[in-house]
T-cell receptor, first 112, second 111 residues
Framework: GDSVTQMEGPVTLSEEAFLTINCTYT??????LFWYVQYPGEGLQLLLK?????DKGSNKGFEATYRKETTSFHLEKGSVQVSDSAVYFC???????????FGAGTTVTVRA | EPEVTQTPSHQVTQMGQEVILRCVPI?????FYWYRQILGQKVEFLVS????????KSEIFDDQFSVERPDGSNFTLKIRSTKLEDSAMYFC?????????FGPGTRLLVL
């Protein structure tokens, strides 16, 4: 079945550092790919998405590119802030059934 | 901006009791979902609902679970006889197509 593998955390960074969270997937078809973020004590918020190969999703300074050849969707941000401290989830959905399969989540802590 | 809402935010119940978790999806969405997240673990799919019927369910979604859309706005998850291992955060989500929007969750604690 479909699955998502994320870089294990936790990740601790200083403000203005570069952040990368690796995400690879296994799917039978051509899934849509998502990054969701969960801030402390809150629910899941959609951060960005890409629905086909070579698409780049971007939002709030975060970017991820759908790489079919490497089955990856790595999340990057060039300069993190303390407010980016959260748990980040990579997820995929197959065309047609739309249910999401999530990675384990990566906890990111940004220190001032 | 439209949001998915969930009530209650927290629920404490005794083992064996029934609970109903409520969700109001975004109004023009057609697909509805429940997920759960046991503390410290990944988010797991429970069930999807479309056109007034279950479209897919996971192995977790056994006979103790049921979903209903009793009117044009609410979407409910019922657990008939709660177990200790049902303690988790339960998220409702809705979508027009593949992009799902999540509610803030209901934290369920079974004692």
């Amino acid at each position: 079945g479909d699955s998502v593998t994320q870089m294990e955390g936790p990740v601790t960074l200083s403000e203005e550092a570069f952040l990368t969270i690796n995400c690879t997937y296994t799917a039978t078809g051509y899934p849509s790919l998502f990054w969701y973020v969960q801030y402390p004590g809150e629910g899941l918020q959609l951060l960005l998405k890409a629905t086909k190969a070579d698409d780049k999703g971007s939002n709030k300074g975060f970017e991820a590119t759908y790489r079919k050849e490497t089955t990856s969707f790595h999340l990057e941000k060039g300069s993190v802030q303390v407010s980016d401290s959260a748990v980040y989830f990579c997820a995929l959905s197959d065309p047609g059934d739309y249910k999401l399969s999530f990675g384990a989540g990566t906890t990111v802590t940004v220190r001032a | 901006e439209p949001e998915v809402t969930q009530t209650p935010s927290h629920q404490v119940t005794q083992m064996g009791q029934e609970v109903i978790l409520r969700c109001v999806p975004i109004s023009n969405h057609l697909y509805f979902y429940w997920y759960r997240q046991i503390l410290g673990q990944k988010v797991e799919f429970l069930v999807s609902f479309y056109n007034n019927e279950i479209s897919e369910k996971s192995e977790i979604f056994d006979d103790q679970f049921s979903v209903e859309r009793p009117d044009g706005s609410n979407f409910t998850l019922k657990i008939r006889s709660t177990k200790l291992e049902d303690s988790a955060m339960y998220f409702c989500a809705s979508s027009k197509k593949e992009t799902q929007y999540f509610g803030p969750g209901t934290r369920l604690l079974v004692l």
